[in-house]
Structures are given as structure tokens and as C-alpha cells.
């Protein structure tokens, strides 16, 4: 959800992209559905370890999975680097309807923080202050 909503927010600034330190081999289908509710696509995304990106030109690392901060080795290059934790949903349990709503709640969190920093480098790249 998070290189989705990302994608979304600062694609046209920021080249996205996810990746986990234990992957589960596939993108869960209640947080394609979470996304869609929201108009952003991922369903043709997919699930990559982060070993992927380790000869890549990445400047910066932004974590969002409980310890994840912690696992991530550090790239190459590397400038900055942020960790935001978030629940994650694929582990929620209860009716259908309360995991969905789990799947709903942390992507708004997401989103929040997501396009609160996207707006935060918009800012940067046009000189504006406040």
C-alpha cells in the first residue's frame, strides 16, 4: 500500500519502490481493494525483497513496517532515510469485515503521513516557505 499511495502522491517527483526484508511472494488482495476504494491501482504490483534494490541508486529509504527500520541494510549512496511504523494488516484478525477495515485504516495513516512528506518535498523542489 505504501508504494502505491507514495506512487500516487509524489510519482512525479520521486521514483517508488517497495520492497520487504521478508516478503510474502505476493500483494494481499484486501489492500488492492483498500487502494481501489481510493482510485490508486496496485493490482499489477508486486511483492520484491529489498536485496533487489541494494546495486541501485537509492538516496532514500523510508521504512513502515514494525522493526523494519532495523532490517533494512543501508544502500549505497544512501541520503536519507525515514521510518514511519504502521500496523500491519495482513495480520489483523476477525470477521472479513473488520480485517477490511484494519486494511482501510492503515492505509489512510498512510496516506496521511505519505502526503503530508510528498507536500513537504513539492515545497523543497518549487523554493516555497511558509
Not at 520521486?14 to 483498500?34: M, Q
Not at 496496485?42 to 529509504?61: N, P, Q, R, W, Y
Not at 470477521?95 to 518535498?121: K, N
Request: a negative charge; one cysteine or more; glycine letters at 10%.
Amino acid at each position: 500500500m505504501a508504494e502505491g499511495i507514495l506512487r500516487h502522491a509524489a510519482g512525479d517527483l520521486l521514483e517508488v519502490h517497495s520492497a520487504g526484508s521478508d516478503p510474502a511472494g505476493y500483494v494481499h488482495s484486501k489492500a488492492i481493494a483498500a487502494l481501489d476504494e481510493i482510485n490508486i491501482d496496485i493490482s499489477g504490483h508486486a511483492s520484491k525483497h529489498m536485496d533487489t534494490f541494494l546495486d541501485g541508486e537509492i538516496t532514500t529509504v523510508i521504512t513502515v513496517c514494525g522493526n523494519a527500520d532495523q532490517a533494512c541494510p543501508a544502500f549505497p549512496g544512501q541520503v536519507n532515510r525515514y521510518h514511519w511504523g504502521f500496523d500491519d494488516p495482513a495480520h489483523a484478525e476477525g470477521s472479513e469485515e473488520e480485517i477490511m477495515e484494519e486494511f482501510r485504516s492503515v492505509r489512510d495513516s498512510i496516506r496521511l503521513v505519505f502526503e503530508a512528506y510528498a507536500s513537504g518535498i513539492r515545497e523543497n523542489a518549487s523554493g516555497e516557505t511558509q
